[in-house]
């Protein structure tokens, strides 16, 4: 499977700033995802991060909040935009490639906001 | 509104018992189904996947579906302690496979 990496592994921020992650793959991928894991939850899907074009949001998540870009098949970075602690959660990319739907997860990203 | 649900637990088993996680789903649309293991402050790990009805087996890990029923299953034969985690089912469906994750089921393993 690919190695995902993920940066920052943690950060603690201010509320109402916004912080980017970026997701680096060593391989081309076909599928890229963003999830968070709020406090001792599951996880939950923010959006398919789409190469060449705009991501595709979950119900409850929206751009101007969590806006994403995928300039090519490697790479990825989520913002979380205007920060609350609501948003204090673990952010996790996930990858799979055509053909298949498994999907193999970065090592997250760990936000607190205070 | 698809839904995953699992028997949230917790769970324990003694070392050497087998360990039986459940988890339902509402889409009938479903193709395939995951167990990932997370361990306490890590990603989730993939465990299993199944996409056919009936039992898949790796080593100590058998996973069950059956469609009909919206049912899928996971066995741990011959528990360890290191098998000690939250174990999440997950359902593909729609046109990018999205992943709906079950709210997981934390396992103990007791020595």
């Known amino acids: 499977s690919a190695v995902i990496s993920q940066k920052p592994s943690r950060d603690i921020c201010q509320r109402g700033t916004s912080l980017t992650i970026q997701c680096q793959v060593d391989?081309?991928?076909?599928?890229m995802f963003w999830y968070r894991q709020q406090p001792g939850q599951s996880l939950t899907l923010i959006a398919t991060?789409?190469?060449?074009?705009?991501?595709?949001?979950e119900s409850g998540f929206v751009i101007d909040k969590f806006p994403i870009s995928r300039p090519n098949l490697t790479f990825s970075t989520l913002t979380v935009s205007n920060m609350s602690p609501e948003d204090s959660s673990i952010y996790l990319c996930?990858?799979?490639?055509?053909?298949?739907?498994?999907?193999?997860f970065g090592p997250g990203t760990r936000l607190t906001v205070l | 509104q698809k839904e995953v649900e699992q028997n949230s637990g917790p769970l324990s088993v003694p070392e050497g018992a087998i360990a039986s996680l459940n988890c339902t789903y509402s889409?009938?649309?479903?193709?395939?189904f995951f167990w990932y293991r997370q361990y306490s402050g890590k990603s989730p790990e993939l465990i299993m996947f199944?996409?056919?009805?009936g039992d898949k087996e790796d080593g100590r890990f058998t996973a069950q579906l059956n469609k009909a029923s919206q049912y899928v299953s996971l066995l741990i034969r011959d528990s360890q302690p290191s098998d000690s985690a939250t174990y999440l089912c997950?359902?593909?469906?729609?046109?990018?496979?999205?992943?709906?994750f079950g709210s997981g089921t934390q396992l103990t393993v007791l020595p």
């Open positions: 996930s990858v799979s490639d055509r053909g298949t739907d498994t999907q193999y």
């Open positions: 391989s081309q991928v076909t599928m």
């Open positions: 991060a789409n190469q060449g074009s705009e991501a595709t949001y």
């Open positions: 889409d009938r649309g479903s193709q395939s």
């Open positions: 199944i996409y056919s009805n």
């Open positions: 997950a359902v593909a469906s729609g046109s990018a496979r999205q992943l709906t």
